[in-house]
């Protein structure tokens, strides 16, 4: 049985920054894509970040140089680093593991950017 647990959501005030972490446990193959989708109140899901374990990447254009994806791959975790937060990134931010055909989702964590 997969499992993801995120950690590192919080409250931020705008331009500040955060760090999100997502740890995947169970039998997950070496070759994988990993990242990050988000969903605000009353939106669909949409992307973030994900990354190949290859070292690929493919970002959504809002948060193009202000967010980054990173990942270890002997710890089957990914990273988020979000930097230069603005209130419209404000959402519960999902961790996600896709691997022979199958998805994963992680319970989410939220992220609320606000002074």
């Known amino acids: 049985q997969v499992q993801l647990v995120e950690s590192g959501g919080g409250l931020v005030q705008p331009g500040g920054s955060l760090r999100l972490s997502c740890a995947a446990s169970g039998s997950i193959f070496s070759i994988n894509v990993m990242g990050w989708y988000r969903q605000a109140p009353g939106k669909q899901r949409d992307l973030v970040g994900i990354m190949s374990s290859g070292g690929g990447t493919r970002y959504a254009d809002s948060v193009k140089d202000r967010f980054t994806i990173s990942r270890d791959n002997a710890k089957n975790t990914v990273y988020l680093q979000m930097n230069s937060l603005k209130p419209e990134d404000t959402a519960v931010y999902y961790c996600?593991?896709?691997?022979?055909?199958?998805?994963?989702w992680g319970q989410g964590t939220q992220v609320t950017v606000s002074s």
């Open positions: 996600y593991l896709n691997e022979r055909g199958s998805t994963y």
